[in-house]
């Protein structure tokens, strides 16, 4: 324990343990918990409390206080953008442009990248291996271009949630004998969020079907005009199998990248992105990293979101050994402390020392706040926010049952816009609400609504931590009511679905007093008997209805929890096939 200080004024950093505060002011840390408990704090020695609260503790014991500078001041999370900004021009030179592939399932994405890389080997590289890393360069007129192999748009817009808007063109793969499908609209919306360049590859251009014309008109339906009818998309045809059109490909990459006249600066501490991470079993923590600004280099101390290291060891996409790393250049390094997150940003600090403050100064920060939910816009709080000037867009991610359905409320949504705030539906489809949908609403700061379709459980999940909302309807004119009132400050409290709980059907029997009973195995959360349910068959609503009953063996009980199985009885159901799965659900007030 610290002696008392002489000095009646003490200094408290922003966010401190109960120990370590009580160590400030020369007491116990049960003293210290004793004045918390009066003030209404429940706390142990080890726990983070924020400045505000220590320092009415430390009144009370007779103390003045200070805040204490925070020890991140000059590398704080912010501090990457904002030094973009103050970068001298003169000191700014050209970079490689950074692309990723998006599109649908099965139409080329892999093919693609992998037609790529083989340019490069043929054009001459040394030995011809490259180590998957999660991003490659290619070289084309004497100028590098960086692909990110991601596995498709939902890595992409979960970077882009982090912060990190690490692309500078999409291109979007679709198959000229396929067209339009379901997850190229889904590509298309969350590269249009994210506001970059798109070039769209039309692969598959040897097939007996191929038809690239009827796949340029397809686009048009979803705001992507090719310059053959007009616009200003470049299209280009390709064969990831024979090779066709590759070289072309590359060369619009250029043409893109010229006009974007991307620069960064290379002569300062460099910040990056992770792409990808693991744990390898003999090198420990690795990360696949592309920086972004500055130059990374062999030995640089890091700070990468709540842990910390310094570079042993920088490999490039081919596996070699390497001592820097520029701008917009792919790189694994090893030396972090832990496994970082795909999207985290990469801070070069000075010294190792620093790099242990900052992340502690993160790490306590995010304690002292982490109660504090994030403030996703919502309709309860938009006329607030539009009141304040905050909020010029609302951004809709819409899913429907029916795609009549989605275009009626999409287009009456859009007519809801007003002088002080824009109704934009960034993505509409037909299906249940999935993790893509929120991770689209997370990085665009957007809400959802759900009409007569249902939420994916992980999807729910998501939502509940990240704060996006997401709203559930079944009639049209409530949805455009509901957004409407938002908009005028008028909200009244609404209900939304809750799921209790997931049931899957395993077995059937038949019972003379009970008719069906599905055997089932409770995949999460719990059932219990009077619920309502929904029946799903192949992730499509058969019937929604009541529980009537549920057994363990042969007792009727009231609930079952996750892990155990059980006997379902329905009301007016029992036509349960195997893999039929059963949601349990009650309605609850949101607002």
Do not use: W
Request: hydrophobic share 45%; charged share 25%; proline share 4%.
């Amino acid at each position: 324990m610290t002696a008392k200080p002489t000095s009646q004024v003490v200094s408290i950093p922003r966010a401190l343990t109960v120990k370590e505060l009580a160590d400030l002011v020369g007491v116990t840390p049960i003293e210290v918990i004793k004045r918390l408990m009066t003030n209404g704090v429940m706390a142990n020695q080890n726990q983070t409390i924020d400045y505000d609260t220590a320092a009415i503790i430390a009144v009370e014991l007779g103390f003045d206080t200070e805040e204490e500078p925070a020890a991140e001041a000059a590398v704080a999370p912010a501090a990457v953008e904002e030094e973009e900004i103050h970068d001298d021009p003169a000191s700014l030179k050209p970079r490689p442009p950074v692309v990723t592939i998006l599109g649908h399932v099965d139409h080329g994405k892999t093919s693609l990248l992998d037609a790529l890389r083989k340019t490069r080997v043929a054009a001459g590289e040394a030995g011809g291996i490259t180590q998957h890393i999660g991003a490659y360069q290619v070289e084309m007129g004497g100028k590098l271009i960086t692909f990110i192999d991601t596995p498709g748009h939902a890595a992409f817009t979960a970077m882009r949630a982090r912060g990190a808007q690490v692309t500078d063109i999409a291109i979007l793969v679709v198959a000229a004998d396929d067209g339009v499908m379901p997850q190229t609209i889904e590509a298309i919306n969350h590269a249009l969020a994210a506001g970059v360049p798109i070039i769209v590859a039309i692969n598959k251009i040897d097939m007996p079907a191929a038809n690239p014309d009827r796949v340029k008109q397809q686009l048009t339906e979803h705001n992507i005009v090719v310059e053959d009818f007009g616009g200003d998309v470049i299209a280009v045809p390709v064969s990831a199998t024979r090779g066709d059109g590759l070289a072309d490909l590359l060369e619009s990459i250029n043409l893109v990248a010229e006009v974007g006249e991307l620069k960064a600066n290379p002569d300062r501490a460099a910040s990056a992105v992770v792409i990808e991470a693991e744990l390898d079993s003999s090198r420990g923590p690795i990360a696949t990293v592309l920086v972004q600004s500055g130059t990374l280099r062999q030995g640089d101390a890091l700070v990468v979101g709540e842990t910390s290291g310094k570079v042993k060891a920088m490999f490039n996409d081919r596996g070699e050994r390497i001592r820097e790393a520029p701008p917009a250049f792919p790189a694994v390094i090893m030396g972090l402390e832990s496994v970082p997150e795909a999207g985290e940003r990469i801070r070069a600090v000075a010294d190792e020392r620093l790099a242990r403050q900052v992340v502690e100064e993160r790490r306590r920060r995010r304690e002292a706040v982490e109660q504090t939910a994030h403030a996703h816009v919502n309709l309860d709080t938009l006329f607030n926010e539009i009141s304040t000037g905050k909020l010029k867009e609302l951004i809709i991610i819409l899913k429907a049952d029916v795609r009549g359905s989605a275009e009626a409320i999409k287009a009456s949504l859009e007519r809801l816009s007003n002088a002080e705030v824009k109704v934009k539906i960034i993505h509409s489809a037909t299906g249940p609400v999935s993790d893509s949908d929120v991770m689209l609403a997370e990085a665009s700061n957007g809400i959802i609504i759900a009409f007569n379709t249902r939420i994916d459980p992980s999807a729910k999940k998501r939502s509940d931590v990240s704060g996006v909302e997401i709203r559930s309807y079944a009639i049209i004119y409530q949805v455009l009511e509901d957004v409407e009132k938002a908009l005028q400050g008028m909200l009244e409290p609404v209900f939304q679905t809750v799921i209790d709980g997931h049931a899957e059907v395993r077995q059937l029997f038949k019972s003379s007093r009970l008719g069906g009973i599905a055997g089932c195995f409770v995949t999460d959360g719990t059932l219990r008997r009077g619920s309502n349910v929904r029946v799903l068959r192949n992730n499509q609503e058969l019937t929604r209805t009541r529980c009537e009953g549920l057994k363990r063996f042969a007792d009727d009980v009231r609930e079952v929890q996750t892990g155990y199985e059980c006997g379902v009885v329905l009301s007016n159901f029992d036509k349960f096939l195997d893999g039929d799965v059963i949601e349990f659900i009650h309605e609850e007030r949101v607002s």
